[in-house]
């Protein structure tokens, strides 16, 4: 079995100490696990606690940026929506998991709609990041 699976695992049984789903994350970069985590949702009661979250903000902090080019994350579980979103928004080059999940995600996402403040909130972002990239 892969080491950081093993590592991974690890974390996953970590979470059943607080009646969490067994969950547990581990990031890669360069050989070296710079980032761990398992879910903690039950114990700090907030949505976002899952395991792979947890792993890349403890990986952000020690690389001290939130691109994590180069790095790879090793999970007991498919990641769910949000963290693959998460993870992609790291640039995390690779995701390797174990188990596959059992049912398709069906996410019945809150009613949305454009309201006020679009030119606004447009130039602002525009702005920003001409100041950013130069251009």
Same mark, same amino acid.
């Given at each position: %079995? ?26 890669? =970069? ?13 114990? *700090?009661? %907030? ?10 903000? *403890? ?7 939130? +691109? ?5 994350? =090793? ?6 929506? %949000?963290? %693959?979103?998460?993870?992609? *928004? ?5 995701? +390797? +998991? ?15 709609? *454009? ?21």
């Amino acid at each position: %079995m892969n080491k950081f699976i093993v590592e991974a695992l690890k974390e996953a049984k970590k979470s059943l100490k607080t009646d969490d789903v067994p969950v547990g994350a581990i990031i890669v =970069y360069n050989g070296k696990i710079i980032g761990r985590g398992h879910n903690t949702r039950e114990k *700090q009661k %907030m949505i976002t606690r899952h395991a792979e979250i947890n792993a890349l903000e *403890q990986a952000c902090k020690k690389k001290k940026d939130w +691109y994590l080019n180069g790095c790879e994350i =090793y999970v007991t579980l498919e990641p769910c929506p %949000m963290c %693959m979103n998460a993870i992609a *928004q790291a640039r995390i080059k690779k995701v +390797y +998991y174990a188990a596959a999940r059992d049912k398709i995600e069906h996410i019945k996402l809150p009613l949305k709609e *454009q309201c006020c403040g679009k030119k606004e909130s447009q130039e602002l972002l525009h702005d920003f990041f001409k100041t950013k990239r130069g251009k």
